[in-house]
């Protein structure tokens, strides 16, 4: 089956840690996306690679750290300056061509809660 | 002021009802416009998307773009309680610096009761 893969669905940090949440597509799409949805406030671009070994911040990049050494794969990772970490995660990914649209589709997310 | 407005609702309808969900933005420069279903503690899945204005059918879900007003919306007929979800819209701009990034509304709560 093809389609998006966050690990894991649940993740808790304690303060001061970086904890890394997975993200690999099997879809053969070149972009890649991450984004934070908190209640009430819909979902924020934090970065986002249009192909490999090169990305992009989005709105909210402050915190975050991420890596594109693969096709497949595209890591976040939640830093200790990140002070407000606990939200829902979400990566998703996207075909290139066909103009400058792109359908994202979504992974089941990761859920991160700090303790 | 935040580009994209989406009451939150929550919206709660009886079952077979129509339901109007709704979103207007502020960026003339949107050109692409989708809507997105999010089942709780779930990722979002693409419902619908349309280019510039018009209206698009598919089943029982229609979606309107009237860009001289800036607003957009969702049809839902013969509701289901299935269709009880978080309803998102986004948008975006025709390339250049607009790749890739979609721009979400907060996002409707909507309840379908038998």
């Known amino acids: 089956d093809g389609g998006i893969t966050q690990s894991p669905k649940y993740l808790f940090r304690k303060e001061g840690q970086n904890v890394t949440l997975s993200c690999e597509q099997n879809?053969?799409?070149?972009?890649m996306y991450w984004y934070r949805q908190d209640p009430g406030q819909g979902l924020r671009l934090i970065y986002y690679?249009?192909?490999?070994?090169?990305?992009q911040k989005g709105d909210i990049a402050e915190g975050y750290s991420v890596s594109r050494e693969k096709k497949e794969s595209f890591p976040l990772t939640v830093t200790s300056a990140q002070k407000n970490p606990t939200a829902f995660y979400l990566c998703?990914?996207?075909?290139?061509?066909?103009?400058?649209?792109?359908?994202?589709?979504f992974g089941p997310g990761t859920r991160l809660l700090v303790l | 002021q935040k580009e994209v407005e989406q009451d939150p609702g929550p919206l709660s309808v009886p079952e077979g009802a129509i339901v109007s969900l709704n979103c207007t933005y502020s960026?003339?420069?949107?050109?692409?416009f989708m809507w997105y279903r999010q089942y709780s503690r779930k990722g979002p899945e693409l419902l619908m998307y349309?280019?510039?204005?018009g209206n698009k059918e598919d089943g029982r879900f229609t979606a309107q773009v009237d860009k001289s007003s800036k607003y957009i919306s969702l049809f839902i007929r013969d509701s289901q309680p299935s269709d009880s979800a978080t309803y998102l819209c986004?948008?975006?701009?025709?390339?250049?610096?607009?790749?890739?990034?979609?721009?979400f509304g907060q996002g409707t709560i909507l309840t379908v009761h038998p």
């Open positions: 960026n003339s420069a949107f050109q692409y």
């Open positions: 349309t280019y510039s204005s």
């Open positions: 879809l053969n799409h070149d972009a």
């Open positions: 998703a990914s996207s075909p290139r061509g066909r103009g400058s649209f792109e359908t994202q589709y």
């Open positions: 986004a948008m975006k701009g025709a390339g250049g610096t607009s790749y890739g990034k979609l721009t």
């Open positions: 690679s249009q192909i490999v070994n090169d990305f």
